[in-house]
C-alpha cells in the first residue's frame, strides 16, 4: 500500500497519478468545489398534494399566504395565514369542496388540536374551532388533514384523515382531561 497526499493508503500498484481527475461543478472552481456545504433537501409536500389533488380530478388553490414583515428597509417573508385559520388549499370538484391542511404523517394530531382550538384566527376573527365546525356544517364541504409518510422503500405515501364532529369531540375530550 501506498500513501497518497492526504495521508489515506491506495491499494498496491496505483499511485495518486493512477485516479481520475477531480472535476469541480459546472462554474465552480476546484476549491469552491471541495469547499462547498451540501445542503440537505426539504421534503416538498405541498407540491406533492397539489399533483396528488389535481390527480383525482380537484381545481386546487392555494389559501395559504405569508404577511411580508419590514426589517430596516428590507421586506421579509413574515407570519404564515391559512384560510380561516385551518388549511393550506382548497380543493374543488363538481359535488364537493375540501379544505386541506398538508403535513407530515407525525404531526397530523398536532394539527387537528391547532384546528379545535380557541384561539382567534386573526383575519376571519372567529376561534379555529368555530371556523371548523361551520366549514364541515355545510353538505358539500370538506375538512382534510393529508399527511405524508415514507413507505418501507423510502417513497412518500398520503394518508388521508377525513375530519368529522366526532374527531372534534374527542380531540376536546382528551383536552379537558
Known sequence: MSEDIFGSTLPRGVTPEDLPELKPRKGMSLDE????TV???VADHNARSRKLLEG???TVCKTEYRDMAWQGNM????KKHDLLGLGDYLAVSESLTVLVQVCSEDGWRAHLRKACSSEID???????IDNLRLWIQGETRRFLILAWEKDG???W???H???TEKDIEETLGRRRK
Open 33 to 36: 468545489h471541495l469547499n462547498r
Open 39 to 41: 445542503r440537505r433537501t
Open 56 to 58: 383525482q380530478g380537484y
Open 75 to 78: 421586506a421579509v417573508a413574515g
Open 122 to 128: 386573526s383575519k376571519s376573527g372567529k376561534a379555529r
Open 153 to 155: 422503500r423510502g417513497w
Open 157 to 159: 405515501q398520503p394518508i
Open 161 to 163: 384523515h377525513w375530519i
